[in-house]
C-alpha cells in the first residue's frame, strides 16, 4: 500500500520557481500523518537526529475552501491534506467551503508557511514542535522514502 497517492492536479498547475533553492526546508525529512500533524525527522545542531510533529492546526486556516497561512487557524477541522513532494514542501488538499460543501483538490506550497527549524524543531507563528516518537509504519514510510526507487 503506497502512502502519497496520485495527485488529481498537474504540478505544471503550481507555478512552481525555474529553480529549487533548498529542499523543504533545509536538514529535515517531512510527511503527514492522517490527522493535523506535520511530521519531520530533522538534524539537530550537534548532529543528531530529532523527530518531531508540528500541530499544523496552530499553522493553517481554512478560508472559505482555501488553505492559508494563519496563527491558531485550526485548518483541519475542516481540512484534509497530504504531502505530496516531500522536498518541495507541496501537500495536497481539500477544505470544506463556508457553504459546507467540499472544495476541489488543491495544492499547497508549505514554504508560503515561513516555518523554521531551529536546532532539529519545527517552528511556525512561534509554536514549536514537540518530539515524537515514530510508530513502525512511520518508520516503514521513512525507509520507504529514503530508498531509490527503480523505474
Given at each position: 500500500?503506497?502512502?502519497?497517492?496520485?495527485?488529481?492536479?498537474?504540478?505544471?498547475?503550481?507555478?512552481?520557481?525555474?529553480?529549487?533553492?533548498?529542499?523543504?526546508?533545509?536538514?529535515?525529512?517531512?510527511?503527514?500523518?492522517?490527522?493535523?500533524?506535520?511530521?519531520?525527522?530533522?538534524?539537530?545542531?550537534?548532529?543528531?537526529?530529532?523527530?518531531?510533529?508540528?500541530?499544523?492546526?496552530?499553522?493553517?486556516?481554512?478560508?472559505?475552501?482555501?488553505?492559508?497561512?494563519?496563527?491558531?487557524?485550526?485548518?483541519?477541522?475542516?481540512?484534509?491534506?497530504?504531502?505530496?513532494?516531500?522536498?518541495?514542501?507541496?501537500?495536497?488538499?481539500?477544505?470544506?467551503?463556508?457553504?459546507?460543501?467540499?472544495?476541489?483538490?488543491?495544492?499547497?506550497?508549505?514554504?508560503s508557511v515561513n516555518i523554521e527549524v531551529i536546532d532539529g524543531y519545527i517552528w511556525c507563528f512561534g509554536h514549536r514542535s514537540a518530539p515524537h516518537a515514530w510508530s513502525k509504519r512511520e518508520e516503514l514510510l521513512l525507509e520507504d522514502r529514503?530508498?531509490?526507487?527503480?523505474?
Open positions: 500500500m503506497k502512502f502519497i497517492t496520485p495527485f488529481t492536479i498537474g504540478l505544471a498547475a503550481l507555478s512552481l520557481p525555474d529553480t529549487v533553492l533548498a529542499a523543504f526546508p533545509t536538514g529535515c525529512r517531512f510527511w503527514t500523518t492522517s490527522g493535523k500533524y506535520l511530521l519531520a525527522q530533522c538534524w539537530r545542531n550537534n548532529g543528531n537526529e530529532l523527530a518531531t510533529r508540528q500541530d499544523m492546526n496552530l499553522c493553517l486556516a481554512n478560508n472559505n475552501g482555501e488553505l492559508v497561512p494563519r496563527n491558531n487557524g485550526n485548518a483541519f477541522n475542516s481540512c484534509t491534506w497530504e504531502i505530496y513532494h516531500t522536498d518541495l514542501g507541496i501537500v495536497s488538499y481539500k477544505c470544506k467551503k463556508s457553504n459546507g460543501s467540499m472544495g476541489d483538490e488543491k495544492a499547497f506550497d508549505l514554504r529514503s530508498s531509490p526507487k527503480d523505474e
